[in-house]
């Protein structure tokens, strides 16, 4: 069934812009570019940015509440409007983004924005885009948006280009999001980064084992990462996603993990999530 959005009083519809988890994250060789091969499941769940989008008529597109310190016209919803504009619309749209997704946390925030500015729009500008095509358009904003648009959970290769639609059982996590924003591009030029894990077929994905290549570089550059790790660790396989900084933990129920959450200090900031099978817009695309 097609996702049907809150209208508020000011007309604007309202959109989830769901995070992703990274289960795991090998890299598993580098091509003669630089860029680094990886392999990895990437977990759509329940924690979201609103997107919330109202129609123009005059063709403009207005960002009314963009990001400290961020230029209306740099922002990823922005640009995610303006690039599908020309490929059939006469209209324009208003933009609201309600965040709660960290910033460079590793859960995809800024990513799913644009995937959800330009599903929603698509949808609502009575485009009928491809789901290649929108996912074409996405990857020149950023590696992770193609994913979103993509819609399900995913054995993820190649530079991230490559993914395999897989099912993954319900599950409930505790996330928590140190207070420290990785810079990605330091985490892969580190010279002690592991660039040689074995690679894993689709097929032998249960029971293998897995881990985050990146994570023992973030710890050593960030000991809030570290410190929160330790926390997580006595609960289960604490690991991070991504590139960090968020990290995460299964609990065996969503009662679990709002427990676990509720004991932590106040000083640290999480979240009690529970997994998606689909993107709640995945009907939006063909």
Known sequence: MSFTPMVDEQGFAAFPAPAKLNLFLHIVGRRQDGYHLLQSVFQLIDMH????????????????????????????????ARLLQPKGSDLGVDIRVDKRLPMGGGVGGGSSDAATVLLALNQLWQLQHSRDDLMALGLSLGADVPFFIFGQNAFVEGIGEIMTAIETPQRYYVVLHPQVHVSTPEIFKDPLLTRNSPSIKVGDLEGAATRNDLQACAVRKYPEI?????????????????????????MPSQAAANTVLCGLLESINGFAVQTLNRHPLYEYAK
């Open 49 to 80: 940015d609103t997107i919330w989008l109202r129609l123009r008529q005059d063709g403009q597109i207005v960002h009314h509440n963009p990001l400290p310190g961020v230029p209306a016209e740099l922002d990823l919803t922005v640009r995610a």
């Open 226 to 250: 570290a410190e929160q790790l330790n926390i997580l660790k006595q609960f289960g396989d604490a690991r991070m996603t991504g590139s960090g900084s968020c990290i995460f933990v299964e």
